[in-house]
């Protein structure tokens, strides 16, 4: 029955639904997240912007200053209430960026210990751990030291611990911070599975846009302890609403007054535009849609300006599909080319170049 026809309230969704304030030092994080049982969504950001935090937070290792959590309908915090349910018997389990494992005991027992701190007996947390030991592909490792483990096999032990718990949340703090870039990419299509096969809440943070990318359905932007913004790749991509963001999904993003046909940028250059309407907006321009001239461009282009080769990333000698190039100007924009054009262009001699962008290839929205 309807509730709203009842007056009765509406049951908790399943999922993670939290507001967290926390200050801790100049932090001061103020957050509310709703996350469903049907995705996997990974918190970034820049440094400081307060996602480990909120982790800890949701874990019970950082007291709310106000706000409330909710994991599957059960109250774990409740700061107006008096309400706060320890770490310990918290329906939850946290992967640690340096994984946290005993180093005196093998990869088994320290499975086994977080089975025993829930209170299983010796015997039934041995099995139960034998049992994640062996569904993590490490039976041939069970008796090894941390010391003894790599860093792919020491991650998935970690990851096994928590799991035996059978939470309810799942938190993973920079779960591939750690490895060398080889095991990072074979660890990460390990992961992908185990958190695909995992049937409660998935929450990981990640400083890496690829391994954010790759594992989770939806991103969530923190910057300075507030979500600016929360969606998919394609959803953010589209409508950036940050610097950082903008770098992060790898496009230009300007702002500035519309003014119809153009936008006066902030530092008073401008970009002519299809339609900018008034009032403050972003102008969004994707790398690809920078053109480079060694010299001064013929023809109509509507934007065009001076600039200097900053920065290559990516292989001007013809390896690797594109090449993104970093330059500075009085608007200053990154650049996507063929490595065939980088070389022909001699853009790694650096020096001066044309930047020229069609009007409808600027993408104009409201800030």
């Known amino acids: 029955m309807d509730a709203g026809l009842t007056g009765e309230w509406a049951p908790e969704p399943p999922g993670l639904e939290a507001h967290v304030h926390v200050v801790k030092g100049t932090l001061d994080l103020d ?26 937070a949701l874990a019970g290792l950082e007291p709310l200053l106000a706000g409330r959590v909710v994991v599957a309908g059960q109250v774990l915090e409740d700061a107006a209430a008096g309400v706060r349910v320890a770490p310990e018997k918290r329906p939850i389990g946290v992967v640690f960026q340096d994984y946290l494992l005993f180093p005196h005991l093998s990869a088994l027992e320290n499975v086994a210990f977080g089975l025993r701190s829930r209170g299983r007996g010796r015997t039934a947390a041995r099995q139960l751990a034998g ?18 483990l790599s860093g792919g096999e ?18 993973l703090d920079e779960p591939l911070s750690a490895l060398d870039r080889q095991a990072r990419v074979e660890v990460r299509t390990q992961l992908r599975r185990q958190l695909a096969a995992f049937p409660g809440v998935r929450l990981l943070v990640s400083h890496d846009p690829v391994e954010a990318i790759s594992l989770a ?16 790749l394609t959803d953010i991509s589209t409508r950036p609403r940050s610097r950082y963001v903008a770098e992060l999904v790898g496009v230009n993003l300007f702002e500035g007054e519309g003014g119809g ?9 401008r970009l002519v535009v299809a339609g900018a309407g008034h009032g403050r907006v972003f102008a969004l321009v994707h790398p690809r849609a920078v053109s480079l001239h060694r010299r001064a461009p013929e023809g109509t282009p509507r934007n065009v300006w001076p600039a200097t080769v900053e920065e290559l990333d990516g292989a001007a000698d013809g390896d690797g599909d594109r090449v993104r190039v970093r330059l500075a100007a009085a608007v200053p924009i990154v650049a996507e080319v063929t490595p065939s054009a980088a070389s022909e262009l001699a853009l790694a001699d650096g020096g001066e170049v044309w930047v020229s962008v069609k009007a409808s290839a600027v993408s104009v929205y409201p800030v």
């Open 31 to 56: 957050v509310s997240l709703s996350v469903g049982t049907d995705e996997v969504v990974a918190l970034v950001g820049p440094n400081g912007a307060g996602k480990t935090t909120l982790l800890r």
């Open 261 to 269: 046909d153009h936008v006066v940028l902030d530092g008073g250059s």
């Open 217 to 232: 359905d939806r991103l969530v932007v923190l910057e300075e302890g507030r979500v600016v913004q929360s969606g998919t």
């Open 131 to 148: 049992g994640w030991i062996e569904r993590m592909g490490l039976t041939a490792r069970a008796d090894a030291r941390p010391d003894e």
């Open 154 to 171: 020491a991650q998935r032990v970690a990851l096994a611990r928590a799991l035996a718990l059978e939470p309810r949340l799942l938190l």
